[in-house]
């Protein structure tokens, strides 16, 4: 029932129920969503300001909300002692490529899979979701052979391959849900007059779509940007190391330096929080146009 | 989301499955045993030149420098060598080397934990160094009980280039205030201590039951029982002595109530921290953690170190080498120069100073850094005494998912000491 | 309207039309889908059937003397007498089903309260998401540090309103050591849940609200009725994944107790990890890992035709 059926039904646009009861649940409302916000912020918070913090107060004041003093020395130390700049430069490029390579074929399988009704659709969509079952510990080793036999140890293309594997699932999920709520008969007529099935994809289905490649791509680049144990596994220098493994590398044998840890930590949270401050807003408020119908 | 996957669907991809199983069916060979080098491994000429790979686990601040001043030593006394390492997380370090010894692809050279060493070589992931080592002039100069654990059937496997001699750091200053007027030298006396020192909010010792806490235990019951395996590597381990072991070491948490409450899970991080805080007096370790110490605690005052307690039938401490190997015989002989640069005491010496790491050269126990600085007279005196432990195949497991495991459940109440030493007897007899 | 526009036009465009309209040929989709076919299978198949060949062997890496032999069903039935087994299975399930299920109350209710007009309401919407962009290896070394019986910030601010978690701390105690690791993971994964399901209450439209309300359906006829139904899709895609996830992935339970203490946190992927990279059983190793994925894949089945058959 749309607002104007409303209208006429009743004569009346707003809902019964009294002012002062809604506004009571907003307040009540706002009090939660302060509560989840001091939830989900605290602890970053608390490792940000550890991350300001001498290592000799954190180590003797652990838990004192007063600190001995404000350093830098940490982040200092962080990024020259450790090649961190080049970690996250590594980890930006092979994000990156992770993220159009996996898009890219998860949009056209998943466009394939929305528009076409054919025998075996079912197994093939299975097949997918099958990819992320299969544990870790199986694919280490057949992996790490792959990609030596194919001479690319120790690079970004490496992980960006192996990244788009796991990824690539979700994502083809997702997509199909946004491609199946937007109505085949727009692509038909373009196809009509003239145009190809490729064509009719870009030019009039895409466009549509947009929040959801933008949803997608967030979250294969969150996966491939936080990955540890397969960067451990196919890096071996700065040529391709990733920062979780620089985190790790932080951690001595007998050290274990909190501060770094939390200043490493701080650094490499920092572009994915930009990241989706630009594309959140406008993937949020696009996600409601595009739905997730089935 | 409808979904049908009809039958037909269904059928065909199981069958495809089960094709290709039958097709497959070899599981993958075992890693080629590395052929044998030449005649003789010596050391590669002073002005050879080529590129040498190498695998280790130092990773932290301290042994990142420690590392630098030995790779610079390397360097000038090799220049036209190029040492290309990679370091890997210690957890991780297995992983790896399991992985590429199964993929033939190991780099030249390689970190080698005694510890280890029997399960690179059960990979045939290790070329043994007999015929480098009897032509090195250095050889000399290393104690042949360091060398017995990186032996294996008449083959040696790696050469040490610094070692672990295992104390226990204790507050002086507590001591001290009790009256004492030196550490505890045997187990009874520690227990002791430990009591005495526990009143208030601190206690006696740090205990360690959370990870690495297995091999700590595994010291105690060698301490009761002798040797875990005799000459010929048959098991020697006895029940009662597993028993007593594992009581007197629990009842410092069970029974003195020495130990704080959280022993059950501290790990290093925790047992250091209390330590360093002043939670707790005496702390089990050894010569590898002493910067850490001696960063926050002031050496004499606060903190002093002393061998490891003894028990009536052995001493509860060890020594533990760590030393290069060569994992690919096809650049041996560059490779070899890099294990006997870093075997030999310089090189060992300038590596104590940045991380307090002992040397295992003879000689570079003797320097005067180390010789004449007393927090050290701990470690001379562990060395004369203390012994390499017998590493057997399956030793990590047995330590990390028995004993430990066992450990953790009888200080938490989960089991009893009868079935705990019987399963971490009859774990330990599985592997042989 | 195609079949109007059928007769009206000559045999041959129509044939055409025919063809573009009815799906009949779809060589077109295969050639889309073939590519990422190939890399999946390509990754994923091979080393699914070298794992099923490994667990149908003996294979212990370090132990050279016992060869490669084939040994049929030994190591499943090994799976059976292992006690550890059973304990890691018993806490997989908890691990997956408590923890979707809570993940899903969390992010639903943050949904829920992101979904209102408020200026700024995106920072909200931002703060609310962090979680989420931290790495496992961050969140995990960070709570660690924030709930150490001794010198933890959160055993202190919990203390001073009365809850006590020092003394064994709760990753010590073989009681809470698992729920302890749960709301870690909680803490870090009900954003996950949050946006898509944020994303599904955008999608209906406001009116909808005023109309069932003015029908006299009170807020949980409204929710049972109306969001429901809409939410339905999203619910069913995220919870799979999620679960899906949990079953699969041993990092944070790895980075956070190992196992420990004892054996009351061991699940079933961790326990595979550690056979293979620590005992060097990679024969066993498989067989757990095969067995892991066949009950996942089950339980994947079963909860797709679950969901078809309700839609029906």
């Known amino acids: 029932m749309s607002s104007t059926t409303a209208l006429i039904v009743t004569g009346r646009k707003h809902a019964r129920r009294p002012a002062g009861y809604r506004r009571s649940i907003g307040v009540l409302g706002d009090i939660a969503l302060g509560a989840l916000m001091v939830v989900a912020l605290f602890p970053i918070l608390w490792f940000t300001y550890t991350s300001f913090r001498h290592e000799s107060d954190i180590i003797s004041n652990p838990t004192s909300f007063i600190p001995a003093g404000f350093t830098m020395e940490n982040f200092v130390a962080t990024w020259n002692d450790t090649g961190f700049p080049k970690l996250l430069w590594n980890s930006l490029i092979t994000s990156g490529l992770t993220v159009i390579v996996s898009l890219t074929f998860a949009t056209f399988a998943a466009y394939a899979l929305s528009r076409a009704k054919f025998r075996g659709r079912g197994v093939v969509q299975i097949t997918y979701l099958a990819v992320r079952i299969v544990p870790g510990t199986l694919l280490m080793f057949p992996l790490y052979m792959l990609i030596q036999q194919a001479g690319i140890l120790d690079t970004h293309v490496a992980l960006a391959i192996t990244y788009t594997t796991f990824t690539l699932p979700a994502a083809v999920w997702f997509m199909k849900g946004f491609f199946d709520a937007i109505p085949p008969d727009l692509e038909n007529a373009a196809r009509v007059d003239g145009c190809t099935r490729l064509g009719a994809m870009f030019r009039i289905v895409l466009p549509l779509v947009r929040p959801g490649l933008a949803a997608s791509g967030i979250l294969i680049a969150i996966e491939a940007w936080n990955d540890i144990l397969f960067a451990l596994l196919l890096t071996s220098s700065d040529a391709s190391r990733t920062w979780p493994v620089g985190l790790r590398l932080l951690i001595g044998e007998f050290q274990l330096p909190w501060g770094q840890l939390a200043a490493a930590t701080v650094l490499s949270i920092l572009p994915v929080v930009i990241a989706f401050a630009i594309a959140g807003r406008a993937m949020i408020s696009g996600l409601t146009a595009g739905g997730l119908k089935d | ?432 | 309207m195609n079949d109007v526009v059928m007769t009206a036009t000559s045999p041959p465009l129509s044939r055409l039309k025919r063809r573009l309209t009815s799906n009949g040929s779809n060589a077109w989709a295969w050639f889309l889908l073939i590519p990422s076919l190939l890399l999946v299978a390509g990754i994923i198949v091979y080393p699914l059937i070298m794992g099923v060949s490994l667990s149908l062997h003996t294979v212990v890496l370090n132990r050279p003397d016992l060869g490669r032999p084939f040994v049929g069903l030994d190591n499943y039935i090994a799976m059976f007498r292992d006690p550890v087994m059973g304990t890691a299975l018993r806490n997989t399930v908890v691990y997956v089903v408590v923890g979707v299920v809570l993940q899903f109350i969390v992010g639903l209710i943050a949904a829920a309260l992101l979904n209102r007009k408020r200026r700024h309401i995106w920072v909200a919407r931002t703060v609310v998401m962090l979680p989420w962009f931290l790495p496992p290896i961050a969140a995990a070394y960070m709570f660690a540090f924030m709930i150490d019986p001794r010198y933890g910030v959160l055993t202190k601010l919990l203390g001073a309103i009365g809850i006590d978690i020092g003394g064994q701390g709760i990753l010590a105690d073989p009681q809470l050591a698992l729920w302890g690791a749960m709301a870690v993971e909680l803490w870090r994964s009900y954003p996950f849940f949050a946006l898509f399901l944020l994303a599904g209450l955008q999608g209906i439209p406001g009116d909808l609200a005023e109309a069932s309300s003015l029908d006299g359906a009170n807020g949980w006829q409204h929710f049972r009725f109306i969001v429901w139904p809409l939410l339905r899709p999203i619910v069913f895609i995220s919870t799979i994944l999620e679960a899906i996830r949990l079953a699969a992935s041993p990092v944070m339970i790895l980075l956070l107790t190992n196992g420990g203490p004892g054996d009351s946190t061991q699940v079933l992927s961790l326990y595979a990890f550690q056979q293979a990279y620590q005992r060097f059983d990679f024969g066993y190793a498989s067989a757990i890992s095969v067995a892991l994925l066949v009950m996942v894949v089950g339980f994947a089945i079963v909860y797709v035709r679950a969901n078809s058959a309700r839609e029906k």
């Open chain 2, 1 to 432: 989301m409808a979904m049908s996957i009809d039958r037909r669907g269904f059928l065909g991809l199981a069958g495809i499955a089960g094709a290709s199983l039958f097709l497959a069916g070899c599981v993958g060979q075992a890693a080629p045993a590395p052929s044998a080098p030449g005649a003789s491994l010596g050391p590669a000429a002073a002005d050879a030149t080529g590129n040498i790979s190498y695998w280790n686990h130092f990773t932290g601040e301290d042994e990142r420098r420690g590392f630098e001043a030995v790779t610079k030593g390397f360097a000038e006394a090799y220049p036209g060598l190029k040492l290309k390492e990679e370091s890997i997380p210690n957890a991780d370090f297995m992983t790896k080397f399991t992985t590429a010894a199964q993929a033939g692809s190991l780099p030249d050279s390689v970190m080698v934990h005694a510890n280890r060493v029997q399960d690179m070589v059960g990979m045939n992931g290790l070329v043994d160094l007999s015929s480098a080592m009897d032509s090195w002039s250095g050889a000399s100069d290393i104690e042949e009980k360091l060398l017995t654990p990186f032996r294996r059937d008449g083959a040696l496997y790696a050469i040490p280039c610094t070692m672990f001699v295992d104390w226990f750091y204790y507050r002086a200053d507590w001591l001290e205030e009790l009256g004492y007027s030196e550490p505890p030298k045997t187990w009874q006396e520690f227990r002791e201590v430990a009591k005495a020192m526990t009143s208030g909010d601190r206690y006696g010792v740090a205990l360690r039951g959370g990870a690495g806490g297995g091999e700590p235990v595994i010291k105690m019951i060698r301490g009761y029982n002798g040797p875990l395996t005799d000459a010929d590597g048959a098991p020697t381990l006895d029940l009662e002595a597993t028993k007593t072991a594992l009581d007197e070491y629990s009842a410092l948490y069970l029974v003195d109530k020495s130990a704080p409450p959280s022993a059950p899970a501290d790990g290093y991080n925790q047992i250091f921290q209390s330590f360093l805080n002043g939670q707790t007096g005496m702390l089990m370790h050894h010569t590898g953690s002493l910067k850490s110490v001696t960063d926050v605690l002031k050496t004499g005052e606060q903190v002093l170190t002393a061998p490891m307690p003894t028990t009536p039938v052995d001493t509860t401490g060890w020594l533990q080498p760590m030393g290069n190997g060569i994992a690919s015989p096809d650049n041996a002989s560059s490779a070899v120069s890099w294990v006997e640069y870093w075997g030999s005491s310089d090189p060992q010496v300038e590596l104590f100073s940045a991380t307090g790491y002992f040397p295992s050269a003879t000689s570079g126990q003797q320097s005067p850094t180390i010789a004449e600085d007393p927090i050290m007279s701990a470690a001379n005196e562990q060395v004369k005494v203390g012994v390499t432990p017998e590493y057997f195949n399956g030793m990590t497991a047995w330590q990390d998912n028995s004993v430990l495991v066992q450990f953790q459940s009888l200080l938490v109440g989960e089991t009893t000491l009868d079935q705990a030493a019987q399963a971490i007897v009859d774990d330990f007899n599985k592997n042989f």
